[in-house]
């Protein structure tokens, strides 16, 4: 059984650029939440795909926005990136599309930005 | 504002003895909870969850408490061994999708 990958592990970019994260889902599932975690805090929620659709949204402005794949595959984009961005960016994916399953987490992709 | 709070930002407990990890919470519809542990450098890992129908659920040495009237939940690790030294978050979800995770707690388990 494949589990949640993450790619990059580690990212540095400077204000104002955009930047691409990249997520494979856990083989068999079909739904993928994004998480911020910033330093010393508890993931915060991003925004869940299900079934190649958004199926909710946590306190994030417009420029995060995000994408799922018939593969059940996933992307996040943060456009206008600002200094409080960086943050650990942790993928998960799970069975239940909000039915209240497990989340399991990727590694996470760190991005600093200067 | 913070639904979910773990108001302990660290612990630390003998190895062989009782962890007892504590998580509050404010929003009285959430009905679904879960714990992990994280290591350094990796990915939060789920250790075990909790409907709002239960009060207990074990899973070999953690069991999760939960205290509906209370709003409160612990984790409850025994025997606590070396390698469960990590940092501990609880989540709480009220749609399915969307949960909120407390800020953790560090546990170190003294050998």
New interface residues.
Partial sequence: ETGVTQSPTHLIKTRGQQVTLRCSSQSGHNTVSWYQQALGQGPQFIFQYYREEENGRGNFPPRFSGLQFPNYSSELNVNALELDDSALYLCASSLSGGEGGELFFGEGSRLTVL | DQQ?K?NSPSLSVQEGRISILNCDYTNSMF??F?W?KKYP??????LI?I?SIKDKNEDGRFTVFLNKSAKHLSLHIVPSQPGDSAVY?C?A?A??????????TSLTVIP
Avoid at chain 2, 41 to 46: H, I, K
Avoid at chain 2, 95 to 104: D, E, I, V
């Fill in positions: 979910v773990q009905d679904y879960l992990y450098a990796e990915g939060p890992t789920f969850s409907s978050f989540a979800s749609t399915g999708n969307q949960f909120y995770f407390g800020t953790g």
